[in-house]
């Protein structure tokens, strides 16, 4: 799997959910809102879900291994902790 890009799209502050971000795999397929969650002791990537007729949610899209979802989770926080940083930096400029 090659992730090829990595948009962050929305961030959220002071909340649970911390960022929707979409996904671009070998330029070729887009996966839009992953959900970067805090959990009780890290950040997590939750895939894109949909609530069944039994109203249980469901992934709509997932990775099949513990090593895509490993690499797909490292990816997303990675580009999340460097967008924060960023936005961050900009803040101190604009202060000074």
């Known amino acids: ?15 649970r959910l911390r960022a929707l971000v979409s996904v671009t795999i070998d330029h070729d397929l887009a ?14 990537v939750a895939m894109p879900s949909r609530r069944d ?4 949610f469901r992934d709509v899209v997932h990775p099949i ?3 895509a979802r490993k690499c797909l989770e490292e990816a997303v926080l ?15 400029f604009e202060m000074e």
Do not use: C, W
């Open 1 to 15: 799997m090659n992730i090829t890009d990595i948009r962050i799209r929305k961030i959220y502050e002071n909340e």
């Open 31 to 44: 996966v839009h809102d992953l959900k970067v969650i805090s959990g009780p002791e890290r950040l997590f």
């Open 53 to 56: 007729e039994s109203g249980v």
């Open 65 to 67: 291994t513990p090593e």
């Open 78 to 92: 990675a580009a999340y902790e460097e967008h924060i940083a960023q936005m961050e930096a900009e803040n101190e």
